[in-house]
């Protein structure tokens, strides 16, 4: 959960940030649900039980199930950044498949203390106007009318936290703000200089806050919030927060704060960030770990929240992209099988703006740095048949009638497999997270009938009858069959993966 300002901080790690929540947590009832299935060494499945907490209440949205996020990063878009010129991008972005836009912060951005020529736009000095940088309220107004009129959903950042160091609260209601002991002057937020505390004590604060986030939902039509470190604001304004702004529209609420650190947010929120699988899967990496430190991480985060606690996936993000550096720099050539783990493991998957390109380069913060577009967007096809295969009912987030089965291979050492399956409905996820070409096979029974391999369509069966004697798959990857039987023997390359739907013939 880093953010812009971070570069100013490089000692502040994702661990410290968020450590800094405000609330201690409250004592949670207690319930037992299935989640995470694993297989035994011997291939017999069985289920997986934890103990979680029943987190909120609140309504789900009927549309986050089996959503996805692009973050739209508007100064680098285009090189005009405004609202207008992103309004061009929508046809395109909706043939690729994409479902959720998620605007980074379109506040005015505060003058005093500003980084760079541009400043940041998690430094806001209004909470209820747009910045002239991306052009007006009402030329936002129409590009959400617009992408609704598409069928896509909107979200914007919000940044609860903290404000810029003139915005227009330090003038009108300075007691909004926490103050500094030693200097009698506005706190400045953990280090990082242009921006300043707000004081979540003070009950007029909360409520101008829940306003100024109504106008966004009243006037410009939303539906939902991005919120910047979540865990840095008491968790029970959000939880006041969500309970009023409710009652005007349901929302989409996403956290950025981790959803094993941060756990209690779970009673706001409906998704949290997985900054500690992003990182953890840097060190896999680059570090040579083993595979076991990744499927250990993954237990960690089923057990976080209850049933109905989704987790965002991601490569990259605004943050990570400009100040750790791009996806290939962190994952190099695991980056493409991370990114179809994030598309097809419980939870949300996130896009960020270039990511279909793909975008090689760090992107400035404060400066105008734009995407370097070019005709060629090589990996537009790839995102579409994830964003396609993401509305199959197996890979629904938080839905009690899934069920997601960690298989075991006979390369369990490399090999990350998995099946989620839904009634009828099953996806089949393959993933040789190693340096190694890897020939392996799925012994376990749960895997059976026909798949067609979403990324060149051709069909694998796993059945008792009508068996194959040979089936090629994907580019270098394949799956072979010996003497008439079905074909579970399979050949990954390093760093390959393989995606199967359950075909409607077998279901």
């Known amino acids: 959960m880093k953010k812009y300002v971070l570069c100013l901080?490089?000692?502040?790690?994702?661990?410290?940030?968020?450590?800094?929540?405000?609330?201690?947590?409250v004592a949670k009832k207690k319930a037992t649900v299935k989640t995470i299935k694993?297989?035994?060494?011997?291939?017999?499945?069985?289920?997986?039980?934890k103990t979680g907490s029943i987190m909120n209440n609140f309504k789900k949205a009927d549309w986050i199930n089996n959503t996805d996020v692009y973050e739209v990063n508007l100064r680098q878009y285009t090189k005009p950044g405004t609202f207008n010129a992103f309004a061009n991008e929508l046809p395109r972005l909706r043939q690729m498949g994409v479902s959720t836009l998620?605007?980074?912060?379109?506040?005015?951005?505060?003058?005093?203390?500003?980084?760079?020529?541009?400043?940041?736009?998690?430094?806001?000095s209004d909470y209820v106007a747009v910045s002239p940088e991306f052009g007006t309220v009402d030329d936002f107004k129409a590009l959400i009318n617009n992408a609704h009129s598409m069928g896509f959903k909107i979200i914007i950042d919000w940044v609860a936290n903290h404000t810029g160091w003139d915005h227009v609260w330090t003038k009108t209601h300075p007691d909004y703000y926490e103050k500094d002991a030693t200097t009698n002057d506005f706190k400045i937020a953990s280090g990082m200089d242009d921006i300043i505390e707000l004081d979540y004590k003070k009950p007029a604060l909360r409520k101008a806050m829940i306003d100024a986030m109504k106008f966004w939902i009243t006037e410009c039509d939303i539906d939902g919030f991005r919120?910047?470190?979540?865990?840095?604001?008491?968790?029970?304004?959000?939880?006041?927060?969500r309970t009023e702004l409710e009652k005007t529209k349901t929302l989409f609420w996403l956290a950025e704060c981790d959803g094993i650190e941060s756990v209690d947010y779970y009673k706001a929120f409906d998704a949290c960030y997985s900054w500690k699988w992003m990182h953890q899967t840097e060190d896999f990496y680059k570090k040579g770990q083993p595979l076991s430190v990744l499927k250990e991480l993954l237990q960690q985060y089923d057990k976080a929240g209850d049933s109905q606690a989704m987790k965002l996936w991601f490569t990259t993000n605004h943050d990570e992209n400009s100040w750790n550096g791009t996806e290939y720099e962190k994952y190099g050539d695991a980056a493409k099988a991370l990114a179809v783990f994030s598309f097809t493991w419980n939870g949300l998957p996130l896009i960020y703006s270039g990511q279909e390109l793909?975008?090689?380069?760090?992107?400035?913060?404060?400066?105008?740095?734009?995407?370097p577009w070019s005709e060629n967007f090589e990996l537009q096809d790839f995102?579409?048949?994830?964003?396609?295969?993401?509305?199959?009912?197996?890979?629904?987030?938080?839905?009690?009638?899934?069920?997601?089965?960690?298989?075991?291979?006979?390369?369990?050492?490399?090999?990350?497999?998995?099946?989620?399956?839904?009634?009828?409905?099953?996806?089949?996820?393959?993933?040789?997270?190693?340096?190694?070409?890897?020939?392996?096979?799925?012994?376990?029974?749960?895997?059976?009938?026909?798949?067609?391999?979403?990324?060149?369509?051709?069909?694998?069966?796993?059945?008792?009858?009508?068996?194959?004697?040979?089936?090629?798959?994907?580019?270098t990857s394949k799956a072979s069959s010996e003497n008439g039987s079905a074909p579970k023997q399979f050949s990954l390359k390093a760093w390959d993966f393989l995606v199967l739907e359950k075909t409607p013939q077998s279901k």
């Open 38 to 49: 694993t297989v035994k060494q011997t291939g017999t499945v069985v289920p997986v039980k």
């Open 358 to 371: 793909p975008n090689l380069k760090r992107l400035e913060f404060f400066e105008k740095d734009p995407i």
């Open 227 to 241: 919120c910047d470190l979540a865990s840095w604001v008491e968790v029970d304004f959000w939880v006041e927060a």
């Open 383 to 475: 995102y579409k048949r994830l964003l396609v295969i993401r509305k199959n009912p197996a890979l629904r987030a938080a839905d009690n009638a899934v069920k997601t089965y960690l298989l075991h291979t006979s390369k369990d050492d490399n090999i990350l497999g998995y099946l989620r399956k839904n009634g009828n409905d099953e996806v089949l996820v393959l993933l040789n997270l190693s340096a190694s070409d890897a020939v392996f096979t799925i012994p376990d029974p749960i895997v059976n009938g026909v798949f067609t391999n979403v990324f060149v369509k051709q069909e694998v069966d796993f059945g008792d009858e009508k068996k194959k004697e040979r089936i090629e798959l994907p580019s």
């Open 9 to 25: 901080v490089a000692l502040f790690t994702v661990t410290y940030v968020q450590g800094q929540v405000k609330k201690k947590p």
């Open 102 to 124: 998620w605007f980074m912060p379109v506040t005015p951005i505060a003058q005093k203390n500003k980084k760079g020529s541009m400043g940041s736009q998690y430094a806001c």
